[in-house]
């Protein structure tokens, strides 16, 4: 497992990053196998949120069991709108994660970036948790191209943002990533599966790993779409002209 700096936090991550929103729909049991088999195979970076409690209870209790909480990296998300809302979403996603401390925490598709001393109090807040030690480090999940670039410009210290990114987007959003990347912010990709669109993991696995700094969410279901995922972390297809006429082809076919 290949482990990158997750921007300019002190976050080293594992290239492929497990994402547990479909944990939810999974008994305790073929949660923990899940996240047993991943974390044995060198993941180390989680990520979920408290607008599907289920799937922050399900990672926690397996973390929990496991004990390996303190070897790996959670990340969670919260849509609150205030300093309030914040609280409240914090201490949710503590108590179903079973844990004292978040180590990425994430503001879910706000309509507009929050900023320093605004009269909603989020970044305040979130200034205030990062040096309680509840929260680690923080950053953004958006879907807005507008509220990407915007945070590229902030004054405030997003450490990262999560955005769909596969290998069906357009070259404006290459350029974004890469845009990221010399901000040193760090890059995590949501959907890298196009939300289900793209079938081919091999070929979605690798057209991303042309990109240093981004690190894709895979959403794995089941115990087959994870050996798959893992088996083609480690075993990546070769990034030749072959590889590249059949990224194009599909670019062409849905686009």
Known sequence: MDYIALGKSNLLVSRTAFGAMSLKSLSQD???????????????????????PESEKRLGSALSSLKIRENVIVATKTAAHTAEEIAEDIDKSLTNLCTSYIDLYQLEKPILLPKKDGEDGLVEKLDNLKKSGVIRHYGITTESMD?????????????????????????????????????????????????????????????????????????????????????????????????????????????
């Open 30 to 52: 073929e949660a923990t196998a899940l996240i047993k088999k991943a974390w044995d195979d060198g993941v180390n970076f989680f990520d979920t949120s408290v607008s599907t």
């Open 147 to 255: 509220v990407a670039q915007e945070i590229l410009k902030s004054d405030v210290l997003w450490e990262t943002v999560q955005f769909p990114f596969n290998m069906l987007c357009t070259q404006q959003i290459e350029k974004l990533v890469a845009d990221f990347a010399v901000a040193d912010v760090g890059f995590i990709a949501m959907r890298p599966l196009c939300g289900g669109v793209v079938s081919n993991i091999p070929l979605a696995l690798g057209y991303l790993r042309q990109f240093e700094n981004v690190v894709p969410v895979w959403g794995a279901r089941n115990d087959e779409e994870l050996t798959q995922i893992l088996y083609f972390t480690q075993n990546p297809p070769v990034l030749d002209d072959k590889f590249k006429a059949e990224v194009n082809a599909q670019r062409e076919f849905f686009n």
